[in-house]
């Protein structure tokens, strides 16, 4: 799992694996910066860590190539990237692509990027939510997975919508990563379905 900032929702992840039938279990927490509660998270419930800083490397490509390789020693069937501040590369999209999904909070394709909440209601949008996607090379672009809707409230601010949205992600997020580990899943023509 990749993490950069509270890791609600990885700490949502590690209470389902808890019961043996949810069917996964973390294996690793990956961070692109020290210092965040999401790798606190991750070591108080003794799951190994690492971090690969953008800044510790001379390239972004180099970086990725790092980051690939930090995860591939934890051979990850999955990887679950949840409030994960940084774009995928190349060499991270040849290992993992079609088996990374990334949890954006708004209903994809509407208001891509990193402030999808704030963009929602000052559109005046009356329904949001939130969008688990298989990752590919666009910003909050790939194969959706799933998505979960919410209420956009007369006097919502961006923290009340954005804290709305995160408790209806995380249990999107952890009901659909236990179906993809028990019940595997396809991808044909953007279109993905459960089972084998
Ligand atoms: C989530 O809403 C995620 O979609 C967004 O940032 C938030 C991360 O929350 N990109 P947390 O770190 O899991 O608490």
Known sequence: MLVSGAGTNLQAL?????DPAYGARVVAVGADRDGIEA???????????????????????????????????????????????????????????GRCVNTHP?????????????????????????????????????PIVAQTTVPVEDDDDVATLHERIKVAERAMLVATVGRMAREGFTITDRKVRFGT
């Not at 790092?66 to 991270?92: E, I, N, Y």
């Not at 949001?128 to 666009?138: K, M, N, S, Y």
């Open 39 to 97: 790798l606190a998270r991750a070591e108080r419930a003794g799951v190994p860590t690492f971090v690969q800083r953008v800044t510790g490397h001379r390239t972004r490509q180099e970086w990725d190539a790092a980051l690939t390789a930090s995860c591939r020693q934890h051979d990850p069937d999955l990887v679950v990237l949840a409030g994960f501040m940084k774009l995928a590369g190349s060499a991270f999209l040849d290992a993992f692509g």
């Open 14 to 18: 590690l209470h389902a694996c808890t």
């Open 106 to 142: 708004a209903l994809s394709p509407s208001f891509p990027g990193m402030a999808g909440p704030a963009e929602a209601l000052a559109y005046g949008v009356k329904v949001t939510g939130a969008t688990l996607f298989l990752v590919d090379e666009g910003v909050d672009t790939g």
